[in-house]
């Protein structure tokens, strides 16, 4: 049971690109987050999803796109990469119902 | 809007010592959580509170939730290194679904020989 797992753990952009940010969680979990924690910051939530196909936008979500085709991944992807998005991305999930939320080891973004 | 706010920000303590750290927040709410957060690393999750006066412990933690007055505590009893790291308190209100939630910027903790 490898939990939440994000790829890649590390990632330089240049102003202007794209990606997308991967997470795949293996406990058949509903819910699922992005978050992003800027330095000497709590998190702020990005997206969330109640479930496949369902997704709705957080407090941050300009500048991000997400899509929930399956139970297990929930992708993040960033259209013009400026640098406001250099930040630390985290993905979570959690079962509808129960209180704790189980988070990923984290994305490291630059953009320059 | 919820607002959680976390005190102090900065924490350095000798090690044997007990401290609290306090999260507030300015809406009800019947769930708090508390994580730890390793530098680099991810969050962990320690305690989950869900009524008031839920008290919690873990070793040398111990997490309480007055939900009259919008207060968490984390308690630490004698200090250890290990116990060095960032806690977070967060937070969701009252009738929102289990989603959304909102953290307070942490508390940078350091415990000294």
């Known amino acids: 049971n490898a939990g939440v797992t994000q790829t890649p753990k590390f990632r330089i952009l240049k102003i202007g690109q794209s990606m997308t940010l991967q997470c795949t969680q293996d406990?058949?979990?509903?819910?699922m987050y992005w978050y992003r924690q800027d330095p000497g910051m709590g998190l702020k939530l990005i997206y969330y999803s109640v479930g496949a196909g369902i997704t709705d936008k957080g407090e941050v979500p300009n500048g991000y796109n997400v899509s929930r085709s399956t139970t297990e991944d929930f992708p993040l992807r960033l259209e013009l990469a400026a640098p406001s998005q250099t930040s630390v991305y985290f993905c979570?999930?959690?079962?509808?119902?129960?209180?704790?939320?189980?988070f990923g080891p984290g994305t490291r973004l630059t953009v320059t | 809007e919820l607002k959680v706010e976390q005190n102090p920000l900065f924490l350095s303590m000798q090690e044997g010592k007990n401290y609290t750290i306090y999260c507030n927040y300015s809406t009800t709410s019947d769930r708090l959580y508390w994580y730890r957060q390793d530098p680099g690393k991810s969050l962990e999750s320690l305690f989950v509170?869900?009524?008031?006066?839920a008290v919690k412990q873990e070793g040398r933690l111990m997490a309480s939730l007055d939900t009259k007055a919008r207060l968490s505590t984390l308690h630490i009893t004698a200090a250890v290194h290990d116990l060095s790291a960032t806690y977070f308190c967060a937070v969701v209100p009252s009738g929102g679904s289990n989603y959304k939630l909102t953290f307070g910027k942490g508390t940078l903790l350091t415990v000294n020989p």
């Open positions: 979570a999930s959690n079962l509808a119902g129960t209180a704790e939320q189980y």
């Open positions: 406990m058949n979990h509903n819910y």
């Open positions: 509170l869900l009524s008031n006066g």
